[in-house]
T-cell receptor, first 117, second 109 residues
Framework: GAVVSQHPSRVICKSGTSVKIECRSL??????MFWYRQFPKQSLMLMAT?????????EQGVEKDKFLINHASLTLSTLTVTSAHPEDSSFYIC?????????????FGEGSRLTVL | KQEVTQIPAALSVPEGENLVLNCSFT??????LQWFRQDPGKGLTSLLL?????REQTSGRLNASLDKSSGRSTLYIAASQPGDSATYLC????????FGPGTRLSVLP
């Protein structure tokens, strides 16, 4: 099966620092990756869509300068939370689309729990 | 704008019961619908994917149906087990990928 690996699974940082989260598709190429955020007891909310080799498309209300997304290869996308604050503490999940086109199934990483002190 | 709702929000059943989880969406122009389970503090596990042209998909004790015209999908779990306890999310893929709020299922031994 298709595997998406996310690292780190947990990270604790001080307010004002930056944190990078990696999302890798281990056994398939992913032209498109998605980043989500989930606050406690709430559903996942799409943050941005990342296409390999191009700029990410951000959802309304998501600050692109704060959440930097890089999708430099067909197997790796990174999310950097810059100048993190306690309100950025959340569960971040990535997903990758394996097959070409909009009907492709999505595979999800295990998620990264960010705690900003 | 696509909106996805799930009913019930929470469900507690004794082991062995058959149960149905419901998912509704407002915009029927979708490419597919996917059901996931999420264990506490974990990522998502894909359960079933139904393309817009399909009516249902089955995997083991799980059966998902899709009625695109009425904007509904159901996830049927047969002979529930304590290990099925999790939050079940449906998500529709149209212009964007939109998740429902989930149904928290507890199966009691």
């Amino acid at each position: 099966g298709a595997v998406v690996s996310q690292h780190p699974s947990r990270v604790i940082c001080k307010s004002g620092t930056s944190v990078k989260i990696e999302c890798r598709s281990l056994d398939f190429q992913a032209t498109t990756m998605f980043w989500y955020r989930q606050f406690p007891k709430q559903s996942l909310m799409l943050m941005a869509t990342s296409n390999e080799g191009s700029k990410a498309t951000y959802e309304q209300g998501v600050e692109k300068d704060k959440f930097l997304i890089n999708h430099a290869s067909l197997t790796l996308s990174t999310l950097t939370v810059t100048s993190a604050h306690p309100e950025d503490s959340s569960f971040y999940i990535c997903s990758a689309r394996r097959a070409g086109g909009p009907t492709g199934e999505l595979f999800f990483g295990e998620g990264s729990r960010l705690t900003v002190l | 704008k696509q909106e996805v709702t799930q009913i019930p929000a929470a469900l507690s059943v004794p082991e062995g019961e058959n149960l149905v989880l419901n998912c509704s969406f407002t915009d029927s122009a979708i490419y597919n619908l996917q059901w996931f389970r999420q264990d506490p503090g974990k990522g998502l596990t894909s359960l079933l994917l139904i393309q817009s042209s399909q009516r249902e998909q089955t995997s083991g004790r799980l059966n998902a149906s899709l009625d695109k015209s009425s904007g509904r999908s159901t996830l049927y779990i047969a002979a529930s087990q304590p290990g099925d306890s999790a939050t079940y999310l449906c998500a529709v893929r149209g212009q964007n990928f939109v998740f429902g709020p989930g149904t928290r299922l507890s199966v009691l031994p």
